[in-house]
């Protein structure tokens, strides 16, 4: 005897001006004709290319969404310059560790570098300053306060390994991340690093002044 399970579903109306459907990413590569020249892809479509973005055909190379990695337009911009180079220079590098990642809701999101996650697996001893934006004057006066900036880094060198932003103008600071992980700045960089006041981009000082226990508005 079957059992059958009934759900009731509650189906309610809003009305929009946008709506925006976000429901993963795949690499495209469909339609490109890549049987055609005989390219391989893997098991998710996505081109397989060598450490220089050449395929098993030498005088093509990919870049982008078609390849590995984050699907990020930026992502596809530094693999662009790394392309040229490699084919005009003979040498390109992209630091895929310091690619940043920004999720344009309200509050923002924005991070670049490791995870606690991501440390703790790799058996990486860290340290965390943290800074909210409550307690700064910038957003207080901006009447939009809620988030914080988190600062991960080595617990003995105190090399930066990840920067974590929720709040406002999060898509913009975390670009002070990005050169400060390219760069192999510490925490203690940033912290000694004058920042201009009344700025959002102080939650960002004292977040790395809070690493070492340091932050003087919270």
């Known amino acids: 005897m079957q059992t059958f399970t009934h759900k009731i579903l509650t189906i309610s109306q809003l009305d929009a001006d946008v709506v925006l459907v976000a429901i993963g990413r795949r690499p495209y590569t469909a339609g490109l004709g890549l049987e055609n020249i005989g390219l391989e892809t893997d098991n998710r479509g996505r081109i397989v290319i060598d450490q220089e973005y050449r395929t098993k055909i030498p005088h093509i190379r990919v870049i982008g969404d078609v390849t590995f990695g984050p699907m990020l337009a930026h992502k596809a911009e530094e693999e662009a310059v790394a392309v040229i180079e490699y ?9 895929y560790g310091a690619i940043p990642s920004v999720m344009y809701t309200h509050p923002e999101v924005a991070w670049v570098g490791q995870n606690e996650a991501e440390l703790k697996e790799a058996g990486v001893k860290y340290k965390i300053g943290s800074f909210p934006f409550s307690a700064n004057s910038r957003a207080k006066t901006n009447a939009d306060s809620d988030g914080m900036v988190k600062f991960l880094a080595d617990a003995e060198t105190d090399r930066i390994l990840g920067i974590h932003i929720v709040g406002p103008n999060a898509g913009e600071m975390i670009a002070e991340g990005v050169l400060a992980l390219e760069y192999g700045a510490s925490s203690e ?3 000694r690093t004058s920042h201009a006041h009344p700025t959002l981009a102080e939650a960002f000082k004292e977040a790395a002044m809070a690493t070492h226990g340091k932050a003087i508005h919270y």
């Not at 084919?87 to 630091?95: A, E, L, M, P």
């Open 189 to 191: 960089d940033v912290a």
């Open 87 to 95: 084919i005009t220079k003979n040498y390109g590098h992209v630091n």
